[in-house]
C-alpha cells in the first residue's frame, strides 16, 4: 500500500508529492490515538487515513514535462537572446509604438513560412502592410490574414478572440499572432485572464507558436516567454553620412536600432537576471 | 455470364421514401391529377391495409386519418432512378437502362472484384439502401430471368444457372406483363396499346387456367403458337428462363442531381437545414458509389412570386442560386450543410421557399502523400469550415491570403482565397540550406498601416511639416523631431482614380521616446494623412 505526504510549495505554486517512506525521518509514523487527537490535518495528509489521497499521484511517479520545441524567430539576436520561441505556448511582444514589435512578428512569419509552415495574423486593428511582409520574406501565400476591426474596439476585439478561437480550434497552423498593438491598453486589459488560460489549454501540446503583439504585458502567467521592446536610444541614420546640415530630401530612413528585453521565461534556460540585446532593422528601400 | 436486376418496387412511393424516411413506418399514398380530380397513384403496404388502393379520389383517401398523402414528384423520381443507376454502375460499367425502376447489370468478370456472386448481392443490397431505396435483387444467368425474379421474389434471389424455370415456375403470369408499360416509356399512345395487349394475353391465359409460369412453361409450343402467335412464344421462353438478349448498356452522365418541392414555402433556414441535409446526405452517397468527391456545389432555390409591377424583375427574383467552391475535392455532408447555412445565413433567400435543387460536380478525389518530416499544415475541411465561420464573422473580403498588385499605389494588394498549397518535394532541404543565410539577414523595418489613413493637420516650416496634430489619435501629435522626404510618387494619371503623393517620414516625440510616422500629402485632393507607424 502507498502512502504519501502532500505539501504546498508556495514558492513554486504547485504541489508536490512525496513517497512517505522518503521522508520517513522528517515526519515519523504516528499512532492510532495520534491520529485520532489530530484535528483538522493541516498541510500533512496520509494515504492510509485519507481516501482522498486516493486519487493523487506521487511525485516520483510523475511525469517530467518535456521542455517545448523552440523554433527559430528570425532575428538571429533574438535567438540568442530567448532560445528560439517555444511551440505550443504563447509568448508575449510588448512594447510601445516604433518599438519592433511588427519588425520582429515580420520576421517570425518569415522563418515559419520559409519552414512550409500556415500562418495566421488576426490583427485588431488591421493594421498589416503587406509590401512591409512582402519585403520581410514572408510567403504570403501561406499567411492566413484575418482583419478585425472595421467597427469599434469592442467590437474588433471580440471578433479577434472568437477568429482566434476558431483557429486553434482547426488546428495545423505553424504560427498564430494576434495583433493587439495598436489598441490601447485599457481596451486589451479587458480580455478575461480566463481567455488566455484558454488559449494556453487549447494551444498546448500542438505545434503551434501562439504570439501576441500588445503595448503592455496582458496575459499574465499564461505567457510562457514575454519579450519586452523598446527604442530607448533611437538613432536614425540618413543617407548621407555628413556632419553638416543636409537637406530632407536627401536623408532616407534606412535603419532602426531596437532593444528587446527578456522579462520572463518558461524555459530551462531561465536568466538569472533580464537581459538584453541590441539589433538593427533596415527599412525595405534600405537594400 | 451471370446477370443481376436491381428492381424496386412501387417505385413513386420508394421515391417519396427516399426523400422522406421518417415516413417509412407509416401508411403513404401518392395521388397525381389536377385539383379536384386527384386519384391515388400508388400507396404502400401498410396504406393497402387500411384500404387505400390506387384509383381512389384523393377525397376518399383523405377519409383515413392514419393515412400520410403526397402529390407524385418526378423529381424526386428521377433522383431515385439516378440513384439507382448509381447503384448499379458502382459494380459493373455494363448497365441497362431497363426501366424508371429496373436496372440490369452485367457481372461477368465481375467476382474477381466483388467475390462470389451471393456476396455481390449482399453487397449491393447494402449499397442500394445506403442511398435511401428498398429493392428486390435477383440474379440469373440471362437478362430477362433475372428481371423476373427481381419482380416476382422479394429479397435477395440467386437463380443457379439451368435452374431458371424452376426457380421462376412458381411466379404467377401478371408479373410478364409487369415491366411493359414502365419499360417501353413511349408516348401515351404506345403506353395504352400495350396496356390493352397484355389485358388480353392475360385474360386469354386466365381463361385457359394458365396462372403460374411454371404452367405456361408446359404448354405445347406449336398449339402456343397456333393461339398467341410469336408473343406466345416469347412469354414461354421468358417463363422457362430460357430467352436470352443482348444487355444493351447505357453511357450515363456523371450529373448528380436531388431536388425536393414542398408543399408549403420554407420561410425560415432552421427547416431549410434539415431539408439541405438530407439532400446533401443523398448526394453525397451517390458519389461515393461512384467513387467521386465534389469541388463545387450548387444550390437553386425556386422562391415564392414577388408582387412586383414589373414583369422582368419578377422573373429574375423567382430563383436564388448560391454557389460553394471548394478548394479540394471533398466528400463531407456535415460540412458542406455548415457551409451551406453560413452562406444563406450571410445571403438570405428573401423570401419562401417552394423548391429546393441542389447539384454536385463531381470530381476525382484528391490524393496526397503525407510524410513524417513536412511541417505541419491545415486539414482542408477543417479549415474550409473554419475559414466560413471566420468570414462570418468579420466578413467576406476580410480574410484570406494577400496577392500583391503590380503597382506603386499605397495599398497595392488583394485579398485572396485562403488555399495553402502543398510543401513542395526538397524543399525542406533547401530550406535548411537558406536557414543561415536568412538568418544573418537583417531584419526588415515593418510599417504599419492605420486603415483609413488618420487626418492630420500639419504646420509648415520652410516646406516642411514641422508640427503634426491628429485628433482622431491624440499619441500621433507634437513637433517634428526629424524628418526625411518628400518621396513623391504619382501613378494611373490615365484613369479616373489617378493619385499623387508625397511621403515624409517623420519623428514625433511620446511619452516612451521617439515615434515614427510615415506622413503623407496628397498632391491631388490637398490633405495630410498620417499613413502609418514604422515598427
Known sequence: ?287 | MPFACIFVPNFPVAAVLRAEPELRAQAVAIFEGKPPLEKVFAANESAGRVGIAPGMTKAQAELCSELTLRPRSRLQETSAHAALLDCAQSFSPRVEDAALDTALIDLAGMESLFGSLPEIVHAMSQRIASLGLEANIAVASNPDAAVLAARGFSGVTVIPQGKESESLGSLPVEVLFAGWVEGERAGKKKEDELKKTSERLVATLERWGIRTLHALAALPEVALSERLGQEGLRLQQLSRGAAFRTLVPVEMPAVFEEAVELEFPIVLLEPLAFLLNRLLEQICARLASRALNTQELRLTLELENFSSCNQQSEINHQQFCRTLRLPLPMLDPKLFLKLLQLDLSANPPGAPILKIHLTAEPARPRSSQGGLFLPPSPEPEKLELTLARIASLVGESRVGSLELLDTYRAEGFRMKRFVPGAYPDGAVLETTRQKAAAEEKSAVAALRMFRPPLRATVTLENGEPARVICSKKKEVQGTVLWKAGPWRSSGDWWEREAWARDEWDIALQTADGAALYRLMHDLLGGGWFVEGTYD
Open chain 1, 1 to 287: 500500500m502507498s502512502s504519501a505526504v502532500v505539501s504546498t510549495s508556495a514558492a513554486h505554486g504547485r504541489p508536490f508529492v512525496f513517497d512517505v517512506e522518503d521522508v520517513a525521518e522528517v515526519c515519523p509514523q504516528p499512532s492510532a490515538a495520534e491520529l485520532a487527537e489530530a484535528r483538522p490535518p493541516q498541510r500533512v495528509f496520509y494515504a492510509s487515513t485519507d481516501a482522498r489521497l486516493a486519487s493523487v499521484t506521487p511525485a516520483s511517479r510523475l511525469a517530467v514535462r518535456p521542455a517545448p520545441e523552440m523554433v527559430s524567430s528570425g532575428i538571429a539576436a533574438m535567438d540568442v537572446l530567448t532560445g528560439g520561441l517555444p511551440r505550443g505556448c504563447l509568448t508575449e511582444i510588448c512594447g510601445p509604438a516604433s518599438s519592433g514589435r511588427t519588425t520582429l512578428l515580420l520576421a517570425a512569419l518569415a522563418a515559419a513560412t520559409g519552414r512550409g509552415e500556415c500562418c495566421a495574423v488576426v490583427d485588431a486593428s488591421d493594421a498589416l502592410d503587406p509590401q512591409s511582409a512582402a519585403a520581410a520574406g514572408v510567403e504570403l501565400s501561406r499567411l492566413l490574414w484575418v482583419r478585425c476591426g472595421e467597427n469599434s474596439p469592442e467590437k474588433s476585439l471580440e471578433q479577434l478572440l472568437r477568429a482566434t478561437d476558431l483557429l486553434l480550434e482547426s488546428g495545423g497552423f505553424g504560427l498564430i499572432a494576434l495583433d493587439l498593438g495598436d489598441l490601447p491598453p485599457q481596451a486589451a486589459r479587458r480580455i478575461p485572464l480566463t481567455t488566455w488560460f484558454r488559449y494556453r489549454r487549447a494551444v498546448e501540446h500542438t505545434p503551434t507558436v501562439l504570439l501576441a503583439i500588445e503595448r503592455q504585458s496582458i496575459a499574465g502567467s499564461c505567457s510562457s516567454l514575454l519579450i519586452k521592446m523598446g527604442s530607448q536610444r533611437t538613432e536614425i541614420k540618413k543617407s548621407a553620412d555628413s556632419q553638416f546640415l543636409v537637406p530632407t530630401h536627401t536623408q532616407l530612413l534606412i535603419e532602426l536600432e531596437i532593444t528587446a528585453e527578456l522579462v520572463r521565461s518558461r524555459q530551462e534556460r531561465k536568466p538569472v537576471r533580464s537581459t538584453e540585446i541590441m539589433f538593427t532593422s533596415k527599412t525595405a528601400w534600405a537594400g
